[in-house]
């Protein structure tokens, strides 16, 4: 069983920058691959941004390549995601999930453990 807790939500005003964090729990982070998801108002959940367990190999949705960052920290369990130049369409719930594997995938579907999010609102 593997806990998440995600924080590092809030309110911020367009073109500044927010630092999530998702912290697990258990033994077996470090062998697992890590998600961030989204979800707006009336709107279906969508990727973010994926890392597998090594770092070696990461992935970004195009609405968030090259203003996203995602990172880990297999020795403290967490995960991050530093977004800068944020846009009022940023403005969703973020979700952390953990696999079952090693790799990274964008589909929500291949995840096994989800965080109950924390909400990130862009100011224009």
């Known amino acids: 069983q593997v806990q998440l807790i995600e924080s590092g939500g809030g309110l911020v005003q367009a073109g500044g920058s927010l630092r999530l964090s998702c912290a697990a729990s258990?033994?077996?982070?470090?062998?697992?691959?890590m998600g961030w998801f989204r979800q707006a108002p009336g709107k279906e959940r969508e990727f973010v941004a994926t890392?597998?367990?090594?770092?070696?190999?990461?992935l970004y949705a195009d609405s968030v390549k090259g203003r996203f960052t995602i990172s880990r920290e297999n020795a403290k369990t967490t995960v991050y995601l530093v977004m800068n130049n944020l846009k009022p369409e940023d403005t969703a719930a973020y979700y952390c999930?953990?696999?079952?594997?090693?790799?990274?995938?964008?589909?929500?579907?291949?995840?096994?453990?989800w965080g109950p999010g924390t909400q990130v609102t862009v100011s224009s």
């Open positions: 999930a953990a696999r079952a594997y090693a790799s990274s995938s964008s589909r929500p579907n291949e995840y096994v453990y």
């Open positions: 258990g033994r077996t982070f470090s062998s697992r691959g």
């Open positions: 890392i597998s367990a090594s770092s070696v190999s990461t």
